[in-house]
């Protein structure tokens, strides 16, 4: 038997607007400079990720990312101050949730199958 632990953000509806994609696409961002790239690297659409930092961002109700269109020196893409913050509080947050459950795995089901 395994164990998984997810760590999603929902609205106030209850529609999930962060989680483990747009996390990682955004290390990604972070890593190459570009959603685009990131993305790609996902195996993901360009518009589909643009679509998931969007839905972020309006979740969270601040920019994650600040976009610069193409011209001579080329585009590209950043993480905000407020956007560095908030992937450093999640994976934090998403570690020690991944911890405790471990943990509350073995307290309620040491030695099942």
């Not at 529609?15 to 955004?26: E, I, K």
């Not at 959603?35 to 993901?44: C, D, F, N, S």
Request: aromatic share 10%; with cysteine; glycine share 14%.
């Amino acid at each position: 038997m395994k164990i998984t632990t997810k760590v999603l953000f929902l609205d106030d509806d209850g529609q999930r607007f962060f989680g483990d994609g747009p996390y990682r696409l955004l290390l990604g961002l972070e890593k190459t400079g570009s959603l685009r790239q990131a993305a790609a690297e996902m195996g993901m659409a360009y518009s589909k990720a643009l679509r998931l930092v969007k839905q972020a961002e309006k979740g969270l109700g601040y920019a994650l990312t600040a976009r610069h269109t193409g011209g001579t020196a080329g585009g590209g893409s950043q993480l905000t101050p407020q956007g560095k913050e908030f992937l450093q509080r999640y994976g934090a947050y998403k570690a020690a949730c991944e911890q405790a459950n471990a943990q509350l795995y073995l307290e309620y089901f040491s030695g099942q199958r």
